[in-house]
């Protein structure tokens, strides 16, 4: 039996050198990383933080973006998600 997916324990498996903040929202398990506008398209960044969320946690992390209100500003941000088992 795995055991049960929570902020803390995703906190201590990810192994991601980028800032990374995790949440729960609705049971569901939310990884997001604030996207640099010009490097990278959002939908690769965010497709890229899910693999990597999948690889180091085993359990399937799904890709998002959109935007969220950080220091006083929208700015653009990834997320993987880990739906609640």
């Known amino acids: 039996m795995k055991p049960k997916m ?3 324990t995703v906190n201590q498996l990810l192994n991601i050198h980028q800032q990374v903040n995790v949440s ?3 049971g569901n398990i939310v990884i997001t ?3 640099d506008s010009g490097t ?3 939908t ?4 890229l ?3 990597s969320v999948t690889s180091c946690i085993g359990r399937k992390a799904y890709s998002t973006c959109s935007y969220q209100r ?4 929208s700015r653009l941000v990834a ?3 880990i739906p609640c088992e």
């Open 6 to 8: 929570t902020v803390k």
């Open 24 to 26: 729960q929202s609705n």
């Open 33 to 35: 990383q604030e996207i």
């Open 40 to 42: 990278n398209s959002p």
């Open 44 to 47: 690769t960044v965010s497709k």
């Open 49 to 51: 933080l899910a693999e």
């Open 70 to 73: 950080l220091r006083g500003k």
């Open 79 to 81: 997320q993987a998600i």
